[in-house]
């Protein structure tokens, strides 16, 4: 698939190019619990994997925060004959690790 027609695309878009006004109220406190991904949006996203989710915890103190990414795949749809040699088939867990900075601009973490 070449939806791109041959176009150079790098990484993701910058925090000035996605930001919302509606970001300035973020609750960090709110964002916490599981999320489940339910539609991928670009080339970026893995196209073999489902039950994706998201487990956002903040740190005691506030001042950081831990993140579950768990992940099945690929998915058997996408490879019939292979999905259940996966190392992912029965799900991987990776933990993300980050600080939150009260001089960051509201929703970055």
Avoid at 19 to 42: A, C, I, N, T, V
């Amino acid at each position: 698939n070449d939806s791109y027609q041959g176009q150079v695309v790098k990484g993701c878009p910058t925090y000035d190019e996605v930001r919302q006004p509606s970001m300035d109220g973020f609750d960090l406190e709110k964002y916490q619990g599981k999320w489940y991904e339910q539609k991928f949006h670009d080339w970026t996203q893995f196209k073999e994997v489902y039950d994706t989710t998201l487990d956002i915890k903040l740190t005691s103190d506030k001042k950081g925060w831990i993140d579950d990414f768990g992940v099945k795949g690929p998915a058997p749809d996408s490879a019939k004959l292979s999905w259940d040699k996966s190392p992912v088939a029965n799900g991987a867990h990776y933990f993300m690790f980050g600080r939150v900075d009260e001089n960051d601009p509201p929703g970055i973490l």
